[in-house]
């Protein structure tokens, strides 16, 4: 398995603003994603992001909406620019070992 | 598209008693199936998985079970404890995409 840490756990933004999100894992992985998980629903993917490549987005998410840096193999961010309400969700990132995914505690995103 | 369904969407039981969620899939070539389990402000924690060429697996009180002809797979478990009661996701997988489709997710309640 991967021990991951997220920053922040959680935060309050106004809307209009961007949060970036860390996510940090204890050892190099090649594949790392990003998911959105709205209160009480499921995961959705937002994009896979591979080191030395451009991430890989999903049908309905943008690159200009979410960015996403993968600088090395143990580190990546996800920046939630210009966010309305419809924004607030908690935001997961996970680590590809084999064909097993393991998940970071995720961020709480409320935008008010 | 692919997609995954999860049912029950709520399901409470007595201490010590057995649990059983079912998921199916719709694309013939998902090969690998995990398990997670999310408690209450965590990230999702792989619990289980199976592949495609095995029809049941089992861990203690976990059991997968897969059935590749009717596409689906079940998650049991029995002799329940409190500690169960979290939200239980089922995914696919295809082989090679290290993407992951969820099920819509399964709270499950185990009273004392």
């Known amino acids: 398995s991967a021990v991951i840490s997220q920053k922040p756990s959680r935060d309050i933004c106004q809307r209009g603003t961007s949060l970036t999100i860390q996510c940090q894992v204890d050892?190099?992985?090649?594949?790392m994603f990003w998911y959105r998980q709205q209160p009480g629903q499921s995961l959705t993917l937002i994009a896979t992001?591979?080191?030395?490549?451009?991430?890989?987005?999903e049908s309905g998410f943008v690159i200009d909406k979410f960015p996403i840096s993968r600088p090395n193999l143990t580190f990546s961010t996800l920046t939630v620019s210009n966010m309305s309400p419809e924004d607030s969700s908690i935001y997961l990132c996970?680590?590809?070992?084999?064909?097993?995914?393991?998940f970071g505690p995720g961020t709480r995103l409320t935008v008010t | 598209g692919e997609n995954v369904e999860q049912h029950p969407s709520t399901l409470s039981v007595q201490e010590g008693d057995s649990a059983v969620i079912k998921c199916t899939y719709s694309?013939?070539?998902?090969?690998?199936f995990p398990w997670y389990k999310q408690e209450l402000g965590k990230g999702p924690q792989l619990i289980i998985d199976?592949?495609?060429?095995?029809g049941e697996k089992k861990d203690q009180r976990i059991a997968v079970t897969l059935n590749k002809t009717a596409k689906h797979f079940s998650l049991h478990i029995t002799e329940t404890q409190p500690e169960d009661s979290a939200v239980y996701f089922c995914?696919?997988?295809?082989?090679?995409?290290?993407?992951?489709?969820f099920g819509t997710g399964t709270r499950l309640k185990v009273l004392a």
């Open positions: 996970s680590v590809a070992l084999g064909t097993e995914q393991y």
């Open positions: 050892s190099q992985v090649t594949m």
């Open positions: 992001a591979n080191q030395g490549s451009e991430a890989t987005y």
């Open positions: 694309d013939s070539a998902s090969n690998y």
């Open positions: 199976i592949r495609s060429n095995v």
């Open positions: 995914a696919a997988s295809s082989r090679g995409t290290y993407k992951y489709i």
